[in-house]
Structures are given as structure tokens and as C-alpha cells.
């Protein structure tokens, strides 16, 4: 029972979303080498940990919130009762996010004592985003749609730029919209096949479920075409290096994704092929972005 808890718990630790976790921390340490040009060792592995124990609270009680409404509670619905071993997991999400919070809390208190109250901002709007999932994000499909973006590419990246040198600087900002655009499509294309089962969920009411297909699509292009357009505006007015072009060069599957979002809908689950491309783009893009700053 044990063995099966800590597989369970592992299971909930999302590789995509883990590899954006890591790709924003570096954005963030690029901005800052970019800006100051040298960076305290200690301070990005604590910048390190606060972030990947702030992404497996998040993953766990995620996991928790979607499987409590799976159809293994509701199996009997009169005892509640529901397959023991499907319960097992959850009750192993909720202890595993539970202690991943109150470490993420002694974290954040740890940064805040070390390195003022500035840090604060982006602790409590992560806490709000990771207690508020299921009771209002989950419900409202313009949260849903946004929350990725936000939490991942600009609470990470600034988060570790202030533990690196103690504030916030313009290039930060303008740099994490970019991956902001594309972590939001990578989850907004991701839940083109969960449209039966959040219909199913009357507590779940996500952007391609209230929204639809088509209009997704729409939203996917929009953001992938502002993603584009930020990085080649930022070049011809000489925020971004010249080099900077390079970052576009996994753009291209993200328009793929696209074709494959407008083609195959919400069975595009079983397009494989478009969901890593979308991964690919939405984690190659910030990387060589971050790269070119180290660069330059």
C-alpha cells in the first residue's frame, strides 16, 4: 500500500509543466546576468527550490482536485464509497500537496526573512493561485485560461530574479509575456480532450469547454501570433539582441499544433505528435530567448 501511495504521488509530478518550471527559473536567471552580469550560486538554488516545491504542491492538489471527481467516487453513490485503491491515490495527492504547502510556506517565509518583503507579492498571488484552483479557477474558463501562463512564466521568472539580486527590473517583465502567451496555450491545447469529462464535472468549467473548439483555436492563434510578433518587435527597437531571432526558431511547432488543434479537436489527444510539438515550442522558445540574453 505504501509502494502504491509513492507511486501515485510521483504520477502526479507533471514532466511538461516541470520542464517550464525549470525553463523560467533560467529565464529569470537570464535577465538577471543580462542586467547585472554575475549571480550568487546560493541564492539560484534557493530560488531553485522554492520553485520546484511550489510546482509539486501545485501538481499534487491539482491532482487531487481532478481525481476526487472521477468516476470512482461516484461509483456508489449512495455509501460514497468508490474503488479503494482510486481512493488511495487520492487521500496520497492530498498528503503529499499538504506537505508540499508547508514547506512552500516555510520557503516563502525563509525568503521573505532573508530578502525583505518585496518577495512577498509573488508568494501570496502563487498561494492564492494554488488554494483557489479548484473553488474559483477551475470554475471560471478566463481564469482557467490564464492561471498557467501567470503562475509559471512571470511569478517564476520574477520570483527568481528578486532572490537573485533583490528587485525587479523592466526587462524581466517584458521578457515573461512571451512564455506567459505560450504556457497558456500548451494548457489550453492540452484540454481539448478533457471536454467530455469537465462537462461531466459541474465544478469544472474550463476555456475549450465553455468556449468550444473554434473558439479556442482562435485563442491559441492569437496568443502564438503575439508570442512572434513580442520577439520580433523587441529586436527592431533594440530591447532584444538581433540574436534574440533565434528563439523563434521553434515557433513553427506551435503553429503545427495549431493545425493539429483545428483538424483533429478534441481527439487531438490521440495526435500525440501536435501535443509535443506544442511542448516543444512552448519550452524551446523562453530557453533560447534566455540563451541569447547570456550571450549577448
Known amino acids: 500500500m505504501l509502494a502504491f501511495r509513492f507511486k501515485a504521488v510521483l504520477q502526479t509530478i507533471n514532466l511538461s509543466y ?15 546576468i543580462a542586467n547585472h552580469g554575475d549571480v550568487n550560486g546560493y541564492l539560484l538554488i534557493a530560488a531553485c527550490i522554492a520553485a520546484f516545491v511550489g510546482h509539486f504542491s501545485l501538481c499534487t492538489f491539482h491532482e487531487y482536485s481532478d481525481l476526487k471527481h472521477t468516476w470512482a467516487f461516484k461509483v456508489n453513490r449512495d455509501k460514497h464509497v468508490g474503488h479503494p485503491r482510486a481512493r488511495d491515490q487520492v487521500n496520497s495527492a492530498f498528503l503529499a500537496g499538504l506537505v508540499a504547502l508547508i514547506v512552500s510556506l516555510l520557503c516563502g517565509l525563509f525568503l521573505v526573512v532573508k530578502f525583505g518583503l518585496g518577495i512577498l507579492p509573488v508568494g501570496v498571488l502563487g498561494l492564492m493561485i494554488l488554494l483557489s484552483y479548484s473553488s474559483v479557477i477551475k470554475k471560471n474558463p478566463i481564469y482557467s485560461l490564464l492561471a498557467p501562463g501567470f503562475g509559471f512564466a512571470l511569478l517564476i521568472a520574477l520570483g527568481t530574479e528578486y532572490v537573485l539580486v533583490g528587485q525587479y527590473t523592466q526587462l524581466v517583465w517584458v521578457i515573461a509575456i512571451i512564455p506567459f502567451f505560450l504556457v497558456n496555450n500548451l494548457w489550453l491545447l492540452n484540454n481539448y480532450g478533457d471536454i467530455k469529462a469537465s462537462a461531466e464535472d459541474n465544478d469544472s468549467e474550463d476555456f475549450p469547454m465553455a468556449y468550444g473548439i473554434k473558439v479556442s483555436n482562435y485563442v491559441y492563434a492569437v496568443f502564438a501570433t503575439l508570442a512572434t510578433l513580442i520577439i520580433i518587435a523587441y529586436v527592431v527597437i533594440g530591447y532584444l539582441p538581433v ?12 503553429f503545427y499544433a495549431l493545425y493539429g488543434g483545428i483538424k483533429f479537436g478534441q481527439n487531438i489527444t490521440q495526435q500525440p505528435k501536435f501535443l509535443r510539438s506544442n511542448l516543444i515550442a512552448t519550452v524551446a522558445t523562453p530557453a533560447l530567448l534566455g540563451l541569447t540574453l547570456i550571450l549577448d
Not at 243 to 250: G, R
Open 243 to 254: 540574436l534574440s531571432l533565434i528563439a523563434l526558431i521553434p515557433m513553427p511547432l506551435a
Open 18 to 32: 516541470l520542464l517550464l518550471t525549470i525553463v523560467c527559473i533560467f529565464l529569470g536567471f537570464s535577465a538577471v
